[in-house]
Every structure is written in structure tokens, then in C-alpha cells.
């Protein structure tokens, strides 16, 4: 009986950090843009949303972080990502079908941050999540 109880604790911890990292990292990186790079975030993103989540089920998460979306046909999303030697590298996904998901943060009274998340979906389905972040002020 004790190593029953042992076990389902166990159990009830790994599965309560799991939805604890996957609950909490994106809003803890929605009051704070400066927790994790863009790689990090990117690979958050898709650990949060997996190929195969229900495009519903994706988009009304992004609007509980505060993110307002619309879906976009036949768009095209550009992201830059920083390569091995610090320099960013333009990226462009052209004639894809997404969820375009975007959100203003402040970084003190001066710099606002532009999150854009793209859902890329296909009958319905998340299928890639590609990110980009710009800012605005001096």
C-alpha cells in the first residue's frame, strides 16, 4: 500500500510539472519577453502545441494569454532568427494557411515589444508554430 501511495505521488508530480511547464512558461514569458530567447520560446510553442492539436483548441489558448488572432489563407509569415554568428536570418514561409496570433508587451515606459505567432494549421489541425519579435521605442 505504501509503495502504491509512493508511486501515484510520483505520477502526480511528474504530471503536475509537465501541465506546470506547459500551463505557466507562456504566460510567465508574456509579462517578461526577456526569459527566454526566441529559439526557446519557438520550442515552448511547439511542446505547448504539438502537430496534431485541434486548431479551436489552439487559438482560444492563444487568446487566454492575451494574444488576438485571425486566421490568414494562403498568407505568407516572415520571421528572423539568429544564426550560430549572432546575426539575424530572414526567414519566409510563403502560401500557407495559419492562425496569425499577435500581442503587444511593454518593457518599461520607452520599448514595446510585437509578439507574432503563426499556427500553421491544415484541415483544422496545428501542424508548425513559427514566431517573431520586434520592438518599438528609441
Same mark, same amino acid.
Given at each position: 500500500?505504501?509503495?502504491?501511495?509512493?508511486?501515484?505521488?510520483?505520477?502526480? /508530480?511528474?504530471?503536475?510539472?509537465?501541465?506546470?511547464?506547459?500551463?505557466?512558461?507562456? +504566460?510567465?514569458?508574456?509579462?517578461?519577453?526577456? /526569459?527566454?530567447? +526566441?529559439?526557446?520560446?519557438?520550442?515552448?510553442?511547439?511542446?505547448?502545441?504539438?502537430?496534431?492539436? +485541434?486548431?479551436?483548441?489552439?487559438?482560444?489558448?492563444?487568446?487566454?494569454?492575451?494574444?488576438?488572432?485571425?486566421?490568414?489563407?494562403?498568407?505568407?509569415?516572415?520571421?528572423?532568427?539568429?544564426?550560430?554568428?549572432?546575426?539575424?536570418?530572414?526567414?519566409?514561409?510563403?502560401?500557407?494557411?495559419?492562425?496569425?496570433?499577435?500581442?503587444? /508587451?511593454?518593457?518599461?515606459?520607452?520599448?514595446?515589444?510585437?509578439?507574432?505567432?503563426? /499556427?500553421?494549421?491544415?484541415?483544422?489541425?496545428?501542424?508548425?508554430?513559427?514566431?517573431?519579435?520586434?520592438?518599438?521605442? +528609441?
Amino acid at each position: 500500500m505504501v509503495q502504491r501511495m509512493n508511486s501515484d505521488v510520483v505520477i502526480a /508530480l511528474v504530471v503536475g510539472s509537465f501541465f506546470a511547464f506547459v500551463g505557466c512558461v507562456l +504566460p510567465s514569458i508574456a509579462r517578461s519577453p526577456k /526569459l527566454l530567447d +526566441p529559439k526557446e520560446l519557438l520550442v515552448a510553442l511547439k511542446v505547448e502545441f504539438p502537430q496534431g492539436v +485541434p486548431l479551436r483548441a489552439a487559438q482560444e489558448k492563444m487568446e487566454t494569454l492575451g494574444f488576438k488572432c485571425e486566421r490568414v489563407v494562403d498568407g505568407t509569415f516572415v520571421s528572423h532568427v539568429r544564426n550560430d554568428q549572432w546575426r539575424r536570418e530572414k526567414r519566409t514561409r510563403e502560401h500557407i494557411d495559419f492562425i496569425l496570433c499577435k500581442r503587444q /508587451l511593454k518593457q518599461g515606459r520607452m520599448v514595446t515589444y510585437i509578439e507574432a505567432v503563426a /499556427l500553421v494549421i491544415e484541415n483544422d489541425f496545428v501542424v508548425d508554430a513559427l514566431y517573431e519579435m520586434n520592438s518599438l521605442g +528609441p
